[in-house]
């Protein structure tokens, strides 16, 4: 498939640390509880580590106990690609931002009383974070 943002990958590992390589060319999965965005909570805007694109608002982030951070909705659909993953033995869809195909994490439909009853589970290092405070305006 063809993406907005499409690098060879010794391009990529120029601009991505070892780690966020792993995870975001080749997808891998951090450590859980080992994210430094996993107990973010101030209001802003995550993106996608590899491209800047924007992924989710921290409004639809919450607490699942999982061991990564999650969301319930990315900020709009055509904002992630979500692909079937039998790479486990198990059925799982992961999911890839949609601008320049990274790995991100996977969605589960076990986001129990959260309005769409998703849980995005992201790796941090997947993603960059942008306080609201320091966002730019429109």
């Not at 792993?22 to 509880?33: D, F, G, P, Q």
Request: charged share 25%; hydrophobic share 35%.
């Amino acid at each position: 498939m063809g993406y907005k943002v499409e690098h060879k990958d010794e391009q990529w590992r120029e601009k991505l640390g070892a780690d966020e390589f792993a995870v975001l060319r080749e997808a891998a999965t951090e450590r859980a509880w080992s994210g430094e965005l996993l107990d973010e909570e101030r209001a802003g805007l995550y993106t996608c580590k590899a491209c800047n694109a924007e992924l989710f608002v921290a409004g639809t982030k919450f607490d699942s106990g999982c061991g990564w951070p999650s969301f319930y909705e990315s900020i709009n659909p055509a904002a992630v690609e979500l692909l079937a993953d039998n790479s486990l033995g198990v059925e799982r869809t992961e999911v890839r931002c949609a601008n320049c195909g990274s790995h991100l994490g996977h969605v589960f439909p076990d986001g129990f009383g959260t309005p769409t009853g998703d849980r995005y589970c992201m790796n941090s290092l997947a993603l960059s974070f942008t306080p609201e405070d320091t966002a730019p305006s429109a």
